[in-house]
């Protein structure tokens, strides 16, 4: 069993930056894939950027490439995503989620077995 707990969230105005992070339990979290994942309302959940697991390789969404870094931690056991440039349209729930088998970083949510609960951003214009 694997807990994802992601942190960071809030309120930013246009333009501005947040920076969210994902502790996970589990003494093999150097074996996970990472991602993350956004759903705003109304919408679906949509792939945002994933890492590999010993951090040497990074995906990204097309609408945050340039913007948003992921990176990871292996001895804390954390993921971050770096969010700058943040627009009205990254308003959403992030969340982050650990494939325990992947090899490589997949932008499908069915890739993932563990997901935490969410944290919301919002951005306001």
């Known amino acids: 069993q694997v807990q994802l707990v992601e942190s960071g969230g809030g309120l930013v105005q246009a333009g501005g930056s947040l920076r969210l992070s994902c502790a996970a339990s589990?003494?093999?979290?150097?074996?996970?894939?990472m991602g993350w994942f956004r759903q705003a309302p109304g919408k679906e959940r949509e792939f945002v950027a994933g890492i590999t697991r010993n951090g040497a390789r990074k995906y990204y969404g097309d609408s945050v490439k340039g913007r948003f870094t992921i990176s990871r931690d292996n001895a804390k056991n954390t993921v971050l995503l770096q969010m700058n440039s943040l627009k009205p349209d990254d308003t959403a729930v992030y969340y982050c989620a650990a494939d325990l088998n992947g090899l490589r970083v997949s932008a499908l949510l069915r890739a993932y077995d563990y997901w935490g609960q969410g944290t919301q951003v919002t951005v306001s214009s």
């Open positions: 589990g003494r093999t979290f150097g074996s996970y894939t």
